[in-house]
């Protein structure tokens, strides 16, 4: 499983899944708990993105901090999986 993959919906909301890019508007989502969060309309109550395969540039080449020190310690050669939401 990526970083992506196992990185929580939580965590998404609030560094790469907060808006639609294109737009930069939030839409309601319902999460299991419960909560309802505002989050960008293509991701999902599992924290996936509805739209990865076609997802905006700007999703394909943002990199959190987190994603980006992980890259670092293991080199090139142990690039972990880029996979958004
Ligand atoms: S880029 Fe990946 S690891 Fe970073 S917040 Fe987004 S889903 Fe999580
Ligand atoms: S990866 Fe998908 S869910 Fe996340 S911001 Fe981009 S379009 Fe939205």
Redesign the pocket.
Known sequence: MS??EA?VIE??IH???ARYPLSGKRVPLGLACGRTVLACRELDARGLCRSYDTRPEGCRS???D??ASTERRLGPAREPEK???
Request: glycine letters at 0%; hydrophobic letters at 20%; charged letters at 25%.
């Open positions: 970083l992506c990185c965590e998404k560094v790469c899944c943002f990199y959190c987190r994603y996979r958004h939401s």
